[in-house]
């Protein structure tokens, strides 16, 4: 899987997959009282949020018994109680590596990062070293909350490998858990900068719909219609310039599902620039001549990956109770191919 590789307990979705993995067992004691199970398995596993448990059990990945169930389930005295996933186990540990970071703000509970495009955010499968964490546990190799074997030491929210910007990252558990709050809750506030293929008709709008996994193919997320199959989510975007078959889109997410933007837009038909997963690498709009065909061939040199920038983040402090909010420019290839594209507009328009 790529950078989006699912976490135990994060984002999951119902696959259907025939095979199952046991990732955590407990067995209720025989004179346990009856108790909500997101509740006892909170009581019992170590580093494993009541949200997570709740997230899992809405998956059908919460088994008691052998049969899924909400996590309202009342745990009776001898039920064996498990989480099962699509993918077997891992162990991981964390490996500091002395990887630059770009710090926009520091202080005793928090940082926030400006992440470069190309970097994943944490450990998976396929991925366990030169990730934000393993930067993050260099950087933090003293604090306790980046020892062990933790993936999400700190992280309360991530991006695609391939996107830039920014993240906030927790320094203690508290810190973790109020950003956390925030994140689940729909108060934290973020604005992307995306370059689309085509101008979004209304130039304004909301793109909603159920955000679920692919049927034919796991790393791909579809919006759906269907409250079944996927997530809710909302993103409100608004067209910031016309640059002719491509456009600058600044896109506000009320919710943070995977690749949220990036299956949205594809959705209403104008996935991102050069967004290899969702068909943004192919020429989705313009002329077949071979000039033209040239020129996003050199677009696309220009920016090797999908042109998304998490650019503002903003939450309140979980010390001062203060709000914070963070800008960030555009990265270089992505100015770069905004400057080519308006000289090319600016060219044919003449």
């Known amino acids: ?26 067995v209720s004691d025989k004179g346990q009282a009856l108790m909500r199970v997101d509740k006892f398995l909170t009581n019992h596993l170590e580093k494993v949020s009541r ?53 926009l703000y520091e202080d ?16 998976g499968h396929g991925n366990y070293s030169g990730t934000l964490v393993n930067a993050l546990a260099w950087h933090l190799k003293d604090n306790p909350i980046f020892k062990g074997d933790d993936p999400r030491p700190g992280l309360v929210h991530r991006i695609d490998k391939d996107t830039s910007g920014i993240l906030v990252v927790a320094k203690n558990e508290e810190a973790k858990a109020y950003l956390a709050r925030q994140f689940f809750n729909k108060t934290s506030e973020r604005t992307y900068i995306a370059m689309a293929w085509g101008v979004p008709n209304p ?29 809710w989510s909302v993103t ?7 640059l002719g078959y491509v456009s600058l889109v600044e896109c506000k997410l009320e919710t943070g599902r995977t690749h949220q933007i990036r ?43 999908q042109a998304l920038h998490a650019k503002t983040l903003g939450f ?26 308006r000289e090319y507009l600016s060219t044919r328009n003449d």
């Open 263 to 305: 299956a949205h837009f594809k959705s209403i038909g104008h996935p991102l620039f050069n967004d290899v997963t969702y068909g943004g690498d192919d020429i989705r709009r313009g002329t077949t001549f071979a000039k033209y065909r040239q020129f996003i061939s050199n677009c696309f040199e220009i920016c090797p990956r």
């Open 316 to 341: 309140v402090h979980p010390r001062t109770k203060e709000f914070m909010q963070f800008d960030s420019q555009l990265p270089p290839d992505m100015t770069q191919l905004l400057a080519k594209w």
């Open 236 to 242: 409100h975007y608004n067209v910031i310039e016309d």
């Open 108 to 123: 005793d509970d928090l940082l926030v990062v400006n992440k470069q495009a190309g970097m994943v955010v944490h450990p």
């Open 51 to 103: 949200n997570r448990i709740q997230e899992a059990a809405d998956a059908g990945n919460l088994i008691a018994n052998g049969k899924s169930v909400k996590s309202n389930y009342k745990v009776k005295p001898g039920d064996i109680i498990t989480i099962e996933l699509d993918f077997p186990k891992w162990e991981l540990k964390i490996i500091p590596q002395d990887i630059p970071l770009e710090i």
């Open 1 to 26: 899987m790529d950078d989006e590789t699912i976490d135990e307990l994060d984002e999951l979705e119902d696959t259907g997959s025939a095979e199952r993995y046991e990732h955590y067992r407990v």
């Open 203 to 231: 130039p304004e709008g909301t793109i909603t719909g159920y955000i679920g996994r692919h049927v034919a193919n796991r790393l791909l997320m579809h919006n759906y219609t269907d409250e079944s199959k996927g997530k």
